[in-house]
T-cell receptor
């Protein structure tokens, strides 16, 4: 049973480009969470999704950021018109039954905006 | 506001000694807590969890203690090894519904001296 898979591991984008980050949850997990981590800081919640539904997006910036978790395929975190401040590590976690069960994290995507 | 925080930013221990990492939380509604370990360049790794109806839970070489009276959580690592060197995060989930999200503290760095 493979763990949570995120790709790419490293992503470099120029200012104004789009960044697409992918997360494949563990097999049998239908809950996905995205977190952002700045250097030397903790993880900040962004969005919580179940299959085809956004449950909680209270941590997502209102503009330029969007997330989806389609019925088939990975969850996608999309950042449009990236700016230097978007540079961070983005982590995805999945769980089988929601927040009060063990959530497993992927290795993250490190986004660098140049 | 509600927050999860850690008392000390860094902890240095001698190999073989026991380590104690402390965490204070302010949300009295939290009823589920998790400790994560994050090594450099990797995603957070689940260590151990505890629910608010428990005071103590033991794993392999690790013990989590929960003191709800003073809203304090600690992680004890027995016979600390060099491989334990990492950043440790405590995280909580408030009891505000089935879809509550994990809120992370800022992290504490554990450094093991040989």
């Amino acid at each position: 049973n493979a763990g949570v898979m995120q790709n790419p591991r490293h992503l470099v984008r120029r200012r104004g480009q789009e960044a697409r980050l992918r997360c494949s949850p563990m097999k049998g997990h239908s809950h996905v969470y995205w977190y952002r981590q700045l250097p030397e800081e903790g993880l900040k919640f962004m969005v919580y999704l179940q299959k085809e539904n956004i449950i909680d997006e209270s941590g997502m910036p209102k503009e330029r950021f969007s997330a989806e978790f389609p019925k088939e395929g990975p969850s996608i975190l999309r950042i449009q018109q990236v700016v230097r401040g978007d540079s961070a590590a983005y982590f995805c976690a999945s769980s089988p039954q929601g927040a009060r069960t063990e959530a497993f994290f992927g290795q993250g995507t490190r986004l660098t905006v140049v | 506001g509600e927050s999860v925080g850690l008392h000390l930013p860094t902890l240095s221990v001698q190999e073989g000694d026991n380590s104690i990492i402390n965490c204070a939380y302010s949300n009295s509604a939290s009823d589920y807590f998790i400790w994560y370990k994050q090594e450099s360049g990797k995603g957070p790794q689940f260590i151990i969890d505890i629910r608010s109806n428990m005071d103590k839970r033991q794993g392999q070489r690790v013990t989590v203690l929960l003191n709800k009276t003073v809203k304090h959580l600690s992680l004890q690592i027995a016979a600390t090894q060099p491989g334990d060197s990492a950043v440790y995060f405590c995280a909580e989930i408030p009891h505000t519904g089935a879809n509550s999200k994990l809120t992370f503290g800022k992290g504490i760095t554990l450094s093991v001296r040989p």
